[in-house]
C-alpha cells in the first residue's frame, strides 16, 4: 500500500505541474476527453436501437437511432480533434515547466553531496534521461481517464443485458496486477545497469570532446574507448533483454484470465438470444461491447504500465525535491555580520566525504582573525581543499564546528552566507557567454556596471585581454557556438578570477589554486595585486582572504601560512616565524627556491 501510496503521491505532483503550466487549458482538455469518450461510448448503444428497430420493422425508430449514432460520432471526433492539439500543447507547457522545476531543484541544492554520492549521481542520470517522461505524466493520464469512463459506461450497458457481466471488468485485474509486475521487473533492470550507462555516457564524452582529441590521437586509444563503450552497452543490452522477456512472459499470463471471461461472455448472451430471453441487438450489441471491452483493458492496461514507467521517473522528481528541502532545512536563520571583528574558527572539525569511510580532516582546530590574509599550503590530498567546501558549506562536518565571530556557521542563514562570499576554483567553469556577462556573473547586481566590470578585470589581470578582442567586453567566448572566441586556458582562467573579484563587499574571499594555469611569476604578480585590495577589504570590514597554492613563494606576504598534511594542519605561523622554526614550510621553501635557480 505504501509503494502505491508513493505512486499515486507521484502522479498527483506530476498533475499539479499540469495545472500550474496552464490551468485552463487543462480543465478544458479535461471536459473535452470525458465529453468525447461518453459520446463514443454511447455510440455504440445506437447499434441496439438500430438492429432492434431494424427487425422489429419500425423505420421511424430506426432513423432516430441513426440519427442519434450520427451526432454521437461527429461530438465524439469534434471533441477528440480538438483535445488532441489541445494535448499537445499542454505537454510542452509541462515539459518547459518540468525541465525549469529540475534546473531550479538541482542548482538549489545547498551543497554538493547529491553530485557525489555514486546513487545519487545514479538517480539524477536516471531523472535527466526520462525527464521527458515526466511532462507526459497528464497526456497519458486523460487517455486513463478516458480508457476508465469506457470501461464504466460499457460495463454498465453491458450489466442491463445480463446482471454477470458486471463481474467482466474484474478479469482485467489479473493482467493489470501482471503488468506491473512485469514493469518493476523492466525498472529494475533500468536502476541496476544505471551506473554503467553513466560509464559507457562519460567514455562516450571522452570520445567525442574536443579536449581528448590531442591525447586520443598522440596514444592511439581511440579503438580502445570504443571496445569497451561497446561492450559496456553490451551488457547492458543483456540484462535488460532478460527482463523485457520476463515482462512479456508475464503479460500473457495475465492475459489468460480475460480471454476466459470473454469467451464465456459471447457463450452466454448467445444461449440467452436461443432461450428467448435476449433479443438480437443485445447479442449484436454484447459482441460489440465484449469486443470494444477487451479493447479497453488493453488500453487500459497500457496506460497503467505507461503510469507506471511514469511514476517511476517522479519518484527520482519527488525524491531530487524532498532532499533539495531537507537540505534548506537545515539551514539556519540567523543573520550573517555586516562585518567580522574576531574572525572565524574551526573547532575539533572532522570531515569525511559521503560514502567514504576515510577522515579527510582530523580534528581540525584553527582561528583566523578578521581582517587577515591566510594561505593553506601543503600536498596534494592534504585537506586543503575540503576547507574551503566547509566554509562554503558545501558539506557539513561530522564532528566538530565552524564559527564566525562565535556564531555557528550552520546556525546562519545560507543564502546570506553565500551572499558575502566570493571564490576562485581551479576547476573553474567557462562560461560561452558574452565576456561581460562571464566575468559579471560573480555578482548579478552589478553585470551592467562598466565601473565595476573594470575593475574586476584589473584585478584579475585580464584587462589586456580584453583590449585584445575584436568586440572588448562584448565579445562572444567560446567555440562551441559560431561567432565565438576561443581562449587559451590561461586566459579563461583570468576571466574566473575577474569573476571572483566581482562581489562588492564579500566577508569571505577564497582562491582554491587560483592561477594554476599561469606562471609563478603571474600568479606571483597577481597575489601582490589580490593582497593589496585584501588588506583593503579587511580594513572596511573585516574581510578575510584564504589562499591555496602549492607555490610557497607566492604566499610568503600572508598574514598567517597554515600547513596541511595529512587531514592536520602540522604548522601555521607567519612566513619569518616558520623558516626560524625550520619544520616542513622551510624545508619545501627551500627545495621550491633551489627548483626556480
Known sequence: MSALRERLRGMVAMMRLGYEADRMLMVTVYALTALGTLALVGSLYCFKLLADAVLAGDSGAAYRAAAIFAVAVAVNGLCQSVALGQRTTLADKT???????????????????????????????????????????????????????????????????YPVFILLPLFAVPSIWMTARAQRASFAAIMSTAEKGRLADAIFNVAISPGSAKELRVFGFGEELARREREIRSDMARVRRRAALRASALNVVGWLAFAVAFLGAVVIVILLAIEGRATVGNVFLTLLLAAQLNSQVSMLVTSVKGLMGFATTTDKYLWLR????????????????????????????????????????????????????????????????????????FYEPQQGRITVDGEPLDGLDLQQWRSRLSAGFQDFVRFEFVLRESVGLGNLERIDDEAAL??????????????????????????????????????????????????????????????????????????????????????????????????????????????????????SGSHQELMRRGGAYAEAYSAQAQAYQ
Do not use: C
Not at 121 to 149: F, H, K
Not at 545 to 554: A, Q
Open 95 to 161: 515539459n518547459l515547466l518540468v525541465d525549469r522545476r529540475i534546473m531550479e531543484i538541482t542548482s538549489g541544492v545547498p551543497g554538493l553531496e547529491h553530485y557525489e554520492r555514486p546513487a545519487h549521481a545514479d538517480e539524477i542520470a536516471l531523472l535527466r534521461q526520462l525527464r521527458s517522461q515526466l511532462s507526459l505524466v497528464v497526456d497519458y493520464t486523460l487517455v486513463t481517464l478516458a480508457v476508465v469512463l469506457r470501461v464504466v459506461v460499457t460495463t454498465a450497458i453491458l450489466t442491463v443485458i
Open 322 to 393: 524532498e532532499m533539495a528541502e531537507q537540505w534548506k532545512s537545515r539551514s539556519g536563520h540567523g543573520p550573517v555580520p555586516e562585518r567580522l571583528t574576531d574572525g572565524i574558527a574551526l573547532d575539533d572539525v572532522t570531515f569525511r566525504y559521503p560514502g567514504t569511510d576515510v577522515d579527510v580532516l582530523k580534528n581540525v582546530s584553527l582561528h583566523i582573525p578578521a581582517g587577515s590574509i591566510v594561505a593553506l599550503v601543503g600536498d596534494n590530498g592534504a585537506g586543503k581543499s575540503t576547507l574551503v567546501k566547509l566554509l562554503s558549506r
Open 454 to 571: 573594470a575593475a574586476a578585470l584589473d584585478q584579475g589581470g585580464a584587462t589586456e585581454l580584453v583590449a585584445s578582442l575584436p568586440d572588448g567586453a562584448e565579445t562572444e567566448l567560446g567555440g562551441s557556438f559560431s561567432g565565438g572566441r576561443e581562449l587559451s586556458g590561461g586566459q579563461w582562467q583570468r576571466l574566473a578570477l575577474s569573476r571572483a573579484m566581482m562581489p562588492d563587499s564579500p566577508l569571505l574571499v577564497m582562491f582554491d589554486e587560483p592561477a594554476s594555469g599561469l606562471d609563478p611569476h603571474a600568479e606571483a604578480e597577481l597575489f601582490d595585486r589580490y593582497a593589496t585590495v585584501a588588506r583593503q577589504a579587511g580594513a572596511r570590514n573585516g574581510a578575510i582572504t584564504l589562499y591555496v597554492s602549492h607555490r610557497l613563494s607566492t604566499v610568503r606576504m600572508a598574514d598567517l601560512i597554515v600547513v596541511v598534511s595529512g587531514g592536520q594542519i602540522v604548522e
